[in-house]
């Protein structure tokens, strides 16, 4: 935006400062002159003279005082103005100082480089606060910008991948017609398949991200009983036993992002359990004006330090390659992170002593209206 010059904010400030005291040294003139000599008579000094028989007194009417006075009065404001100038200019400069830090800060940051910091030293102050205001902004951008790279590689590669290898099988194809094709045709259904799955998660977690949907009273209870009917024949093939408890929990939200959180996480627990033998839990509950769903599986046990970073994208939380249908796309976590932000809730993963993980999900509550 073009906007035509003007004057900088210091010299405006040392303007100020000049003619505050410019003012100030007029108004004391002017009470020297009202409440001093008022009180010289405005006489000759041989009228004076005749009123004191004779006597030679030296004596100055108000005119000739008057035409002392003006010059000195004169001098005297030219050099608070001049004065002025100079300590407004000093002055405003020391007050501006860290202004001129922060917009050069603002100038770094808005060429790209998010790393540069202002760091204000000294007592607590407007100017301080506003430092510390802009450092922690740069710090939260930075990490998103770092972030959102990272995903923007991580999705690249994930999704080049399954086209790579479809190309791969249609060159195969091509190059050899003798080829078996349903068995090809089938691979190509597989990875397009994944493609698509993949493709789908992105925009939901988008779609998250961005809030657009419209909030409705929610059951999370019944959520969670329709995730597990959906998920119940993995269970089964993977023999694991589900288990859903609780009471009816209201919320307000999206039915259908709620329904995928809880889905992602059930098949997450079911994927990432025991080979064989194992559970996973399912409750939800009210508990101090918040609904709250727990998702409780056995499994191997996690690392601490793994458990903080299975909500980033593409983030998988086992080191084994999986090669089953429900191998996922490692945004299971990230995606049910981010309905949860969007539903101003919170989410908790805790490592469980004897292997798997109890994640717990908090969002405000809906009381149910009676009809």
Known sequence: MTRRPGLSARLKLTISYAGFLLLAGAL???????????????????????????????????TDLLRGFAPAAATTLAFLFVFGLLGGWILAGRML??????????????????????????????FRELADVFDTMLEQLQSHVTEQRRFAANASHELRTPLAISRTLLDVARNDPTRD?????????????????????????????????????????????????????????????????????????????LLRMVTNLVQNAIVHNLPAGGTVTINTESQHNTS????????????????????????????????????GVGLGLAIVHSIVRAHDGTLDLTPRPTGGLLVTIRLPEVCPING
């Open 28 to 62: 004391l003139l002017a009470v020297v002159w009202v409440f001093v000599l008022r009180h010289v008579p405005d006489e000759d000094p041989e009228s004076i003279r005749r009123k004191f028989g004779g006597v030679i007194i030296v004596a100055a009417n108000r």
């Open 97 to 126: 100082a860290p202004l001129t830090r922060i917009a050069d800060a603002a100038r770094i940051a808005s060429n790209g480089s998010l790393s540069h910091r202002i760091r204000i030293k000294g007592p607590k102050d407007e």
């Open 181 to 257: 094709q349903g068995e090809l045709i089938e691979r190509l259904h597989t990875v397009n398949t994944r493609a698509i799955d993949l493709t789908e998660a992105l925009l939901l977690l988008s779609r998250g991200d961005r809030r657009s949907f419209t909030r409705e009273p929610v059951d999370l209870s019944l959520i969670a009983e329709e995730a597990t009917e959906t998920l119940l024949p993995l269970a089964e093939k993977r023999q694991i036993t589900l288990d859903v408890t609780g009471q009816t929990t209201q919320t307000v939200g999206s039915a259908a992002l």
């Open 292 to 327: 709250v769903l727990r998702v409780e599986n056995t499994g191997h046990p996690l690392p601490p330090e793994l458990v903080p970073t299975l909500t980033e994208p593409f983030q998988r939380g086992t080191e084994r390659i999986r090669t089953d249908e429900h191998v």
